[in-house]
């Protein structure tokens, strides 16, 4: 309808008996429209309700691995890991140490270190590997890998 006042819009409004919305109270001038105002919040509602649908939030799973775990089980609990990650979850890798192995943490540091050769670059660690009580752990998610074309252009500008 173009601008026209406040008043105006009201009347035709009053006059097609439905109701006058404002939908964007930012704009200059505000931008209203003639609705039926119930039919308009369900649609909203209905709009958002698929916005929070499509959102996924990320879950932190985590993977027990042992200092001596052989390397076909450390594989085989790698790919399970590796399911998760490409979900999109974060991973938490946890060693746990029982009796005399306490006496030997590199060992753990190892496992990890392998898990983390495993990934190479896929991967990201957003906690470094510590020590909680009996368990050594780690946290790691995706790295956000960029398009081809973004790092051909990073490396022509840097030329």
């Known amino acids: 309808m173009g601008v026209i006042s ?25 931008v209203a429209r ?6 308009f919040k369900y649609q909203e509602d209905k709009k958002e309700q698929a916005a ?23 594989e085989t609990r790698l790919k399970k890991a590796n399911e998760f990650l490409e979900e999109g979850d974060k991973v938490k890798l946890t060693v746990k140490f029982r009796g005399r192995e306490m006496a030997h943490p590199e060992q753990g540091y190892k496992v990890v270190e392998n898990a983390l050769k495993f990934w190479g670059e896929k991967v990201i660690v957003e906690r470094e590997t510590k020590f909680e009580g009996r368990n050594m ?5 995706m790295a956000k890998i960029k398009p081809k074309q973004e790092i051909v252009n990073a ?5």
């Open 6 to 30: 406040r008043e105006e819009a009201l009347a035709k409004a009053a006059e097609q008996e439905l109701d006058l919305v404002e939908v964007a109270e930012n704009a200059q001038p505000p």
């Open 137 to 141: 752990t780690t946290i790691i998610g």
């Open 52 to 74: 929070r649908k499509r959102v996924r939030e990320v879950e932190l799973k985590e993977v027990w691995l042992s200092p001596r775990i052989a390397a076909h089980d450390l």
């Open 155 to 159: 490396e022509s500008q840097n030329k």
């Open 34 to 39: 003639i609705v039926d105002f119930e039919k």
